[in-house]
């Protein structure tokens, strides 16, 4: 079996729109949510989100390159060239090896309105246009970026809910291990725009608590009020340690365990007993023990029942000893991006010897205040960290990652 | 509508959306090789054609079509045509 190590990472996040930035944001404790008024004049109970404006790629691409690319792909692509940029991987490099792509993404919304609304207005499926069919597939980002940098190995797209970009990661991670790619970029990626999460604040899942968008999202806060939606875009590159040794690239950490499961029970509330397998799977497959993870990324959104469940499997599996934070008190929830954006930030915390602050947290509920969850910026040594991703459907991804040795 | 309007119009669109060079229009080059078309291309024509004239072309219509001129004749023609109806 090969080892598998991380040799870049890339993000635009509403908390920095490269890694220099989120990580100054992670270290101020900087939240990146507002309030977004054109959702509330449409009928949203709640219009709080993760706030970042659009790029403009005139120059870096050519008109047929964007016109097949949504938002989220574009957010995807500027991740992607500062990953591949800091793994310094190159075109030439791309052209003579087949790297894989490996993506996260379960929505495509705003393209498929858009399209059939000038069907509804022109009765003509012509008039649509070249580029809707493009964006509007949930396989838009792994089609546009497998195309844009002329990618060569495995290419398709992870659709696992809020767990996206994480199983992504883990799938990556099985290939390369199991010697069937050296490398893969991997990633989740999320639009923020109106008709992205109509349908989920509809089933009252969002904060309400718009007169403070930045105290909004508080994960393990006993008066959290619901979850943030957000967005942008993750990329981590996977590569087999021979093909990194090979190339002298920087290694920012090695995964080590992948776990996953399915709770197989209700469509959207979460339980105690799936996280646990999931847990408990990644440090089997690790070969490590509990007290050997020192930083844990808690999935927990700032849902009640969520955080309270997440308390429990990680209190059951860990123990109070890891460092436990949600860096989605400063992002909101970055739905499907956000198992690979945890990973980043945790990238980021792990080499500047630091934890984020779980912000918000004043109040932590009878679950929550067993754990050892920083409200402050800390400094700590981390040597292994575990970052938990859960989805709707009940499905789990844990993946153990540790500085490379 | 003068001939002078519709090759005013198309060329704009050109310009903004299909990010044609000014330089590289003119009467006689090839409207294809200029723009670089793909099929996909002609589909995104389609739009902008119906969106600024209010008609709409089909894949046969662009078969006659080689230089700019013949594509200004073609649109001209098509208004023309509507305006008498």
């Given amino acids: 079996m090969k080892r598998v190590v991380i040799t870049g990472i890339g993000i635009y996040s509403c908390i920095g729109k490269n890694l220099d930035d989120v990580k100054n944001s992670l270290y101020n404790g900087q939240s990146g949510i507002g309030l977004d008024q054109k959702r509330k004049d449409n009928g949203y109970r709640s219009g709080l989100t993760g706030m970042l404006e659009r790029p403009n790629l005139k120059k870096q691409l050519s008109r047929r390159q964007r016109i097949g690319m949504p938002e989220q792909a574009e957010y995807a692509y500027l991740a992607t060239l500062e990953a591949l940029l800091n793994a310094r991987i190159d075109l030439d490099f791309l052209e003579k090896n087949n790297v894989g792509v490996l993506y996260g993404n379960d929505s495509s919304a705003a393209p498929v309105i858009e399209a059939n609304d000038i069907l509804r207005e022109k009765m003509d499926t012509t008039l649509i246009g070249s580029g809707a069919i493009f964006k509007s597939m949930n396989s838009t980002v ?260 540790r500085k490379f040795k | 509508m003068e001939r002078t309007d519709v090759i005013k119009i198309v060329n704009d669109f050109l310009i903004d959306e299909f990010e044609a060079e000014i330089e590289g229009i003119s009467f006689d080059a090839n409207f294809h090789e200029t723009l670089e078309l793909d099929s996909l291309d002609y589909v995104d024509l389609v739009v902008l054609v119906e969106d600024s004239f209010k008609f709409k072309l089909n894949g046969e219509d662009f078969k006659s079509v080689v230089s700019f001129d013949d594509l200004y004749d073609l649109i001209h023609s098509k208004v023309n045509q509507v305006e008498l109806v």
């Fill in chain 1, 142 to 401: 792994t089609m546009n970026l497998s195309t844009i940098f002329k990618l060569k190995g495995i290419n398709f797209t992870i659709s696992g809910a809020c767990a996206s970009g994480s199983h992504s990661i883990g799938m990556a991670y099985l290939l390369i291990k199991n010697g069937l790619q050296d490398q893969v970029i991997c990633g989740g990626a999320q639009e923020v725009n109106m008709y992205a999460m109509g349908a989920f604040d509809a089933i009252g899942a969002f904060s309400v608590r718009e007169m403070d968008p930045i105290g909004a999202s508080r994960p393990f806060d006993r008066d959290r009020d619901g979850l943030v939606p957000s967005g942008g875009a993750a990329t981590v590159i996977l590569e087999s340690l021979e093909s990194a040794q090979k190339r002298g690239a920087k290694i920012y950490g090695e995964v080590i365990g992948y776990g996953f499961s399915s709770n197989g029970d209700h469509i959207s509330k979460p339980d105690v007993r799936g996280p646990v397998r999931s847990l408990e799977m990644s440090l089997q497959q690790s070969g490590i023990l509990a007290n050997e993870v020192d930083y844990i990324n808690a999935h927990a959104t700032s849902t009640p029942l969520g955080d309270q469940n997440e308390a429990r499997a990680i209190y059951q599996v860990f123990g109070s000893k890891p460092y436990v934070s949600s860096t989605k008190s400063m992002t909101g929830h970055e739905c499907w991006m956000a198992g690979a954006s945890e990973v980043v930030y945790s990238l980021l915390m792990m080499n500047d010897s630091f934890i984020a602050p779980n912000i918000n947290l004043e109040n932590p509920d009878e679950d929550s205040v067993k754990l050892n969850i920083p409200t402050k910026c800390t400094e700590a040594k981390i040597d292994t960290f575990l970052s938990n991703s859960f989805g709707f459907g009940g499905t789990n991804s844990s993946l153990v990652i």
